[in-house]
Protein backbone atom coordinates (compact mmCIF):
# COMPACT_ATOMS: atom_id res chain seq x y z
CA UNK A 1 0.00 0.00 0.00
CA UNK A 2 3.07 2.34 0.53
CA UNK A 3 4.71 1.67 -2.55
CA UNK A 4 1.27 3.01 -4.20
CA UNK A 5 0.98 5.77 -2.34
CA UNK A 6 4.50 7.14 -2.61
CA UNK A 7 4.63 6.04 -6.77
CA UNK A 8 1.15 7.97 -6.96
CA UNK A 9 2.60 10.93 -5.59
CA UNK A 10 5.29 11.11 -7.57
CA UNK A 11 3.12 10.82 -10.64
CA UNK A 12 1.04 13.68 -9.56
CA UNK A 13 4.39 14.99 -8.95
CA UNK A 14 5.90 14.80 -12.55
CA UNK A 15 1.65 15.26 -14.52
CA UNK A 16 0.44 18.21 -12.15
CA UNK A 17 3.88 20.20 -10.62
CA UNK A 18 1.93 22.62 -9.04
CA UNK A 19 0.37 19.95 -6.95
CA UNK A 20 3.40 19.22 -5.88
CA UNK A 21 2.65 21.63 -2.91
CA UNK A 22 -0.06 19.72 -1.93
CA UNK A 23 1.96 16.52 -1.20
CA UNK A 24 2.01 16.74 2.20
CA UNK A 25 -1.52 16.43 2.58
CA UNK A 26 -1.38 12.98 1.26
CA UNK A 27 1.57 12.07 3.06
CA UNK A 28 1.11 8.73 4.95
CA UNK A 29 1.06 9.49 9.06
CA UNK A 30 4.88 9.13 10.25
CA UNK A 31 4.53 5.86 12.51
CA UNK A 32 7.07 3.70 13.01
CA UNK A 33 4.83 0.42 13.71
CA UNK A 34 3.39 -1.12 10.60
CA UNK A 35 -0.40 -1.55 10.22
CA UNK A 36 0.64 -5.52 10.94
CA UNK A 37 2.07 -4.29 13.82
CA UNK A 38 -0.94 -2.68 15.11
CA UNK A 39 -3.35 -5.57 14.50
CA UNK A 40 -0.67 -8.11 16.47
CA UNK A 41 -0.80 -5.25 19.59
CA UNK A 42 -4.86 -5.40 19.35
CA UNK A 43 -4.81 -9.40 19.16
CA UNK A 44 -2.26 -9.43 22.30
CA UNK A 45 -4.80 -7.23 24.15
CA UNK A 46 -7.41 -9.32 23.23
CA UNK A 47 -5.71 -12.45 24.66
CA UNK A 48 -4.22 -10.87 27.88
CA UNK A 49 -6.76 -8.46 29.08
CA UNK A 50 -10.15 -10.44 28.44
CA UNK A 51 -8.80 -13.90 27.93
CA UNK A 52 -6.02 -14.02 30.48
CA UNK A 53 -7.41 -11.56 32.95
CA UNK A 54 -4.06 -9.50 32.65
CA UNK A 55 -5.56 -5.89 33.09
CA UNK A 56 -1.82 -4.87 33.06
CA UNK A 57 -1.38 -5.15 29.56
CA UNK A 58 -3.45 -1.66 28.89
CA UNK A 59 0.19 -0.04 30.59
CA UNK A 60 1.82 -1.71 28.04
CA UNK A 61 -0.34 -1.35 24.90
CA UNK A 62 -1.95 2.04 25.83
CA UNK A 63 -0.42 5.76 25.55
CA UNK A 64 -0.38 7.19 28.97
CA UNK A 65 -2.25 10.40 26.84
CA UNK A 66 -4.79 7.59 25.52
CA UNK A 67 -8.18 9.06 25.57
CA UNK A 68 -11.06 6.62 24.93
CA UNK A 69 -14.61 6.75 23.96
CA UNK A 70 -16.37 4.15 25.23
CA UNK A 71 -19.60 3.63 26.54
CA UNK A 72 -20.08 1.54 29.47
CA UNK A 73 -22.09 0.73 32.33
CA UNK A 74 -20.06 3.50 34.02
CA UNK A 75 -22.10 6.76 33.64
CA UNK A 76 -19.42 8.38 32.71
CA UNK A 77 -17.99 5.92 29.78
CA UNK A 78 -14.11 5.31 30.09
CA UNK A 79 -11.99 8.40 29.12
CA UNK A 80 -8.36 7.40 29.87
CA UNK A 81 -6.13 4.11 30.93
CA UNK A 82 -6.90 4.06 34.20
CA UNK A 83 -10.74 3.68 33.47
CA UNK A 84 -10.02 0.92 31.43
CA UNK A 85 -8.01 -0.72 33.50
CA UNK A 86 -10.76 -0.07 35.95
CA UNK A 87 -13.25 -1.52 33.39
CA UNK A 88 -11.49 -4.82 32.63
CA UNK A 89 -11.25 -5.53 36.17
CA UNK A 90 -14.52 -5.10 36.70
CA UNK A 91 -15.01 -7.84 33.96
CA UNK A 92 -13.39 -9.96 35.40
CA UNK A 93 -14.82 -9.54 38.87
CA UNK A 94 -18.52 -10.16 37.54
CA UNK A 95 -18.39 -12.73 34.88
CA UNK A 96 -16.92 -16.07 34.76
CA UNK A 97 -15.42 -18.22 31.89
CA UNK A 98 -14.68 -14.79 30.32
CA UNK A 99 -12.97 -14.69 27.00
CA UNK A 100 -12.99 -12.88 23.79
CA UNK A 101 -13.06 -13.34 20.03
CA UNK A 102 -11.12 -11.62 17.53
CA UNK A 103 -13.86 -11.83 14.62
CA UNK A 104 -11.77 -9.13 12.43
CA UNK A 105 -9.53 -6.56 12.50
CA UNK A 106 -8.85 -4.14 9.16
CA UNK A 107 -5.77 -1.60 9.34
CA UNK A 108 -4.76 0.83 7.47
CA UNK A 109 -1.35 3.28 8.69
CA UNK A 110 -1.95 4.32 12.23
CA UNK A 111 -5.56 2.95 12.28
CA UNK A 112 -6.92 -0.60 13.03
CA UNK A 113 -10.97 -1.41 13.02
CA UNK A 114 -11.86 -4.19 15.24
CA UNK A 115 -14.86 -6.76 15.97
CA UNK A 116 -13.95 -8.24 18.96
CA UNK A 117 -16.77 -10.50 20.76
CA UNK A 118 -16.80 -10.70 24.39
CA UNK A 119 -18.84 -13.81 26.34
CA UNK A 120 -19.22 -14.85 29.64
CA UNK A 121 -21.37 -15.94 32.44
CA UNK A 122 -22.74 -13.58 34.68
CA UNK A 123 -21.91 -15.26 38.00
CA UNK A 124 -19.52 -14.05 40.06
CA UNK A 125 -20.09 -10.81 41.58
CA UNK A 126 -21.79 -7.11 40.77
CA UNK A 127 -21.16 -5.46 37.87
CA UNK A 128 -21.66 -1.70 38.74
CA UNK A 129 -23.81 -2.39 41.21
CA UNK A 130 -26.33 -5.14 39.38
CA UNK A 131 -26.42 -8.18 41.35
CA UNK A 132 -25.36 -11.69 39.28
CA UNK A 133 -28.38 -13.80 36.89
CA UNK A 134 -26.22 -16.55 36.44
CA UNK A 135 -26.87 -16.31 32.57
CA UNK A 136 -24.30 -16.51 29.82
CA UNK A 137 -23.59 -13.00 28.03
CA UNK A 138 -21.88 -12.41 24.47
CA UNK A 139 -21.49 -8.88 23.13
CA UNK A 140 -19.76 -7.85 19.86
CA UNK A 141 -17.62 -4.31 20.44
CA UNK A 142 -16.86 -2.52 17.37
CA UNK A 143 -13.84 -0.49 17.59
CA UNK A 144 -11.57 1.92 16.05
CA UNK A 145 -8.24 2.20 17.67
CA UNK A 146 -5.30 4.95 16.87
CA UNK A 147 -1.91 3.94 17.63
CA UNK A 148 0.96 7.07 18.13
CA UNK A 149 4.32 6.57 16.49
CA UNK A 150 5.65 4.74 19.41
CA UNK A 151 3.42 2.06 18.52
CA UNK A 152 1.13 2.69 21.61
CA UNK A 153 -2.73 2.89 21.51
CA UNK A 154 -3.54 6.70 21.69
CA UNK A 155 -7.05 7.13 21.18
CA UNK A 156 -10.03 4.48 20.61
CA UNK A 157 -13.92 5.01 19.24
CA UNK A 158 -15.79 1.78 20.71
CA UNK A 159 -19.21 1.01 20.19
CA UNK A 160 -21.65 -1.35 21.33
CA UNK A 161 -25.33 -3.12 21.65
CA UNK A 162 -26.54 -1.71 24.87
CA UNK A 163 -29.53 -2.83 24.62
CA UNK A 164 -29.05 -6.11 23.93
CA UNK A 165 -26.35 -6.34 26.92
CA UNK A 166 -28.76 -4.60 29.24
CA UNK A 167 -31.24 -7.85 28.43
CA UNK A 168 -28.63 -10.14 29.11
CA UNK A 169 -27.60 -8.40 32.29
CA UNK A 170 -31.22 -8.46 33.34
CA UNK A 171 -31.66 -5.21 33.54
CA UNK A 172 -34.49 -4.77 31.10
CA UNK A 173 -37.06 -7.79 29.78
CA UNK A 174 -37.16 -8.47 25.82
CA UNK A 175 -40.84 -7.21 25.99
CA UNK A 176 -39.44 -3.90 27.61
CA UNK A 177 -36.92 -3.44 24.72
CA UNK A 178 -39.62 -4.23 22.21
CA UNK A 179 -41.66 -1.25 23.44
CA UNK A 180 -38.92 0.97 23.61
CA UNK A 181 -37.49 0.23 20.45
Do not use: C
Not at 45 to 51: D, G, L, S, W
Not at 62 to 84: A, F, I, K, M, W
Not at 131 to 148: D, K, M, S, Y
Amino acid sequence: MQRIHLGMTLVMMLLFPAMSVLQPLFAAPDVDGTPADNKAAILLFAQEAYNRGNASVVNTLYDVNYEGQLPSSNPTGVRNREELYGLISEYQQAFSNFNATVDLLVAENDWVSSRITLRGVFNRGDYYGIPPTGEPVEIALHTFHRFNAQGRIIEEYVEWDNLAFSIQLGLLELEDAEAAG
